[in-house]
């Protein structure tokens, strides 16, 4: 992510980053450690705690032909900014008859197991799915992280880009230079022949682990990374249900009003003919995230909840919610 | 300046007129009582200093120079319209002139005014943002906000709040225990005046000074503009419900037009401003024109612009 960052900042004068503790402190998940150093403080500025205006200004920048970077540390801040995002950033290029665009990446983290309890752990990129203008972005690979900021500070709309927390330690290989990744494409992590699980960011993880305990059980997963929610990749799961016939959607987010929701709604209006059963969703109970961890366990969505929903999808063991 | 006011005068009459008859639709907010805050504060600028405006933002549209025939087919919802049909009344935007939009989230204006602000610093730019705001955006964390951030990086930044008395239903010392606007500056550490905002001279005057000072890298200041806003909140506002009839008939005697006309009596030939006032009403009448006789959009148009 430091990479990536550094990278837009190299490549164009209008990239600049604005948030808290980023400058000298190196930003709390070191995102940004020694880019103010490198590019300047007026380009890596440090701002007051202040969600909405960090948000807001980030669209005024943008409006006038700048490229902004607008980190909110949690993602459960977002809410404090949400008029800028919802109101503003989303629709200025629409409601001015394309006279302006508001070009801006806003980037966040959020997801549970740090045990930072409900209001420092939630999973929340579902809201935006609901508000035309928005891309939406959840990368799983490191190589995802730099190729799919690329295309997002690129581009001449808003783009949210949602980090896991638990994922900044992941190691993987990084092309040098990194290609950037169109948004909307999906990406097949593992083949397989008896069910699709469709995931984003850390749930892609949960699915492969997952994968791996049914392939003991006999069970065959294909597992597919959307890699962007907004715009969402419907034909690559349509493709893969075309030989496996059986749907699985897993994320962290509660699974009530979560994306999987519109996702299993495009398959059955779209490929129903290719169901052999009922797609299922593998997502969060309807609680706040907790912090004892025997209570988030309880709670959250996991490798062994996707496992549970695949057993029922192929009737192996009767469903229940 | 005086241009400036009678057309948003006859502008508001005029678009008042054709929604009560039936040809628009939709809000609307009337500047009436206002012009002198619109006028006094954008023939201080430059054309490439920026303005973010409100819900009621037709004023500040037409005095930053935007072009009436396509402010009137915005409001009329037609293809030639600013915004394509797109924006309507509350969300006019001419970049061209450097009317950056109006944005009717109360305090919204305060955050793109900044952020433009921002970038002017960034590439070192020396012009000046503007962010209209009513009395009511006071009440709102962003106002606070989006003068603490320009303060801290001395962005030049001129916040114009106009205090027409009411915010909607509420007059301001039933919102606020300190109703005195521009003391909230001090507590930014920039510079915070009251102006007559019914004087576009001294509207003009505090605004130049403002803009200067941000120009010249000396960062934000808030100006006060104390008016009075003639018509109910929208056109439709159950206004007897909170203010008597009387107190618009007085307020609407210090009328920012007459006191234009008073001040300049010695200066401006007789005759002068009735051919400004003619010259007005002609570019009105043919804004009409032009909106009634632009085609509305193509309805496929809604689905292009966004995802």
New interface residues.
């Given amino acids: 992510m430091r990479e990536a960052q550094a990278d837009a900042l190299s490549a164009d004068d209008r990239v600049f980053i604005m948030g808290q503790e980023l400058g000298e402190y190196g930003g709390v998940f070191r995102a940004t450690e020694g880019l103010a150093e490198r590019f300047g403080a007026h380009r890596v500025r440090d701002m007051p705690i202040a969600e909405q205006s960090m948000l807001g200004a980030g669209v005024g920048a943008a409006i006038m032909g700048m490229r902004p970077i607008v980190e909110v540390m949690f993602m459960d801040f977002i809410a404090c900014g949400m008029d800028a995002i919802v109101n503003h950033a989303a629709k200025v290029g629409y409601m001015s008859g394309d006279q302006m665009r508001a070009p801006m990446v806003i980037r966040t983290q959020g997801g549970s197991g740090t045990h930072h309890g409900s209001q420092h752990s939630q999973t929340l990129e579902s809201w935006f799915l609901h508000v035309p203008g928005l891309a939406v972005v959840v990368p799983f690979t490191p190589s995802d992280v730099k190729g799919l900021f690329k295309t997002s500070i690129r581009v001449d709309h808003p783009v949210l880009f949602v980090e896991h927390r638990a994922l900044y330690r992941t190691r993987g290989a990084v092309s040098d230079p990194v290609e950037p990744i169109p948004l909307g494409k999906g990406v097949i992590r593992r083949r397989g022949d008896d069910v699709t699980v469709v995931g984003i960011g850390k749930s892609v993880g949960q699915a492969q682990i997952a994968a791996r305990l049914l392939e003991e059980e006999g069970v065959s997963v294909e597992v597919i990374d959307l890699r962007t929610l907004v715009p969402l990749d419907v034909d690559l799961v349509l493709e893969s249900l075309a030989h496996t016939h059986h749907l699985v959607v897993a994320h962290e987010a509660v699974e009530r009003g979560g994306w999987a929701g519109e996702l299993v709604s495009r398959v059955v209006a779209e490929g129903f003919d290719e169901l052999d059963a009922p797609p299922l969703r593998a997502g969060s109970r309807p609680v706040p995230v907790p912090f004892a961890k025997e209570l988030e366990a309880e709670m959250i969505a996991d490798e062994r909840l996707i496992a549970q929903r695949v057993r029922q999808a192929l009737g192996m063991v009767e469903y229940a919610p | 300046m005086f241009r400036l006011m009678y057309t948003i005068r006859r502008f508001e009459v005029t678009m008042e007129r054709a929604h009560l008859e039936g040809e628009l639709y939709g809000p609307f907010h009337s500047s009436m009582g206002q012009e002198a805050v619109s006028a006094g504060v954008c023939s201080a600028l430059r054309l490439d200093d920026?303005v973010?405006s409100t819900h009621r933002g037709h004023g500040h549209a037409i005095a930053k120079g935007a072009v009436l025939g396509r402010i009137c087919a915005e409001l009329w919802g037609r293809s030639t319209?600013?915004?394509?049909?797109?924006?309507g009344s509350m969300?006019i935007?001419?970049?061209d002139h450097g009317f950056?939009?109006q944005?009717p989230?109360i305090g919204?204006s305060?955050?793109?005014?900044?952020?433009?602000?921002?970038?002017?610093?960034?590439?070192r730019e020396e012009r000046v943002?503007v962010a209209f705001m009513g009395d009511g955006a006071v009440g709102q964390?962003?106002f606070h906000?989006?003068l603490?951030?320009a303060a801290?990086?001395r962005l030049p930044v001129v916040f114009v709040v106009e205090n027409n008395g009411y915010a909607h239903s509420f007059r301001a010392e039933q919102m606020q225990v300190n109703p005195d606007i521009a003391s909230r500056a001090a507590g930014f550490g920039i510079p915070g005046v009251v102006v007559d905002g019914i004087d576009v001279f001294a509207v003009r005057e505090a605004t130049r000074t403002a803009a200067a000072r941000a120009r010249e890298g000396g960062g934000p200041s808030l100006i006060e503009a104390k008016c009075y806003r003639w018509r109910g909140h929208n056109l439709g506002d159950a206004e007897h419900l909170y203010r008597a009839r009387e107190e618009v008939e007085e307020a609407r005697r210090n009328d920012p037009l007459e006191r234009f006309r008073a001040a300049t009596f010695d200066l401006i030939p007789p005759g002068v401003l009735e051919e400004i006032e003619a010259a007005a009403e002609e570019e009105i009448d043919e804004a009409v024109r032009f909106a009634r006789q632009s085609p509305p959009p193509d309805p496929l148009t809604a689905l292009e612009?966004?995802?």
């Fill in positions: 920026v973010a319209g600013y915004c394509q049909g797109k924006g969300h935007v001419s970049m950056v939009g944005s989230i919204g305060g955050l793109l005014a900044t952020g433009a602000a921002l970038a002017f610093d960034l590439n943002a964390g962003v906000e989006s603490n951030l801290i990086w612009g966004s995802f």
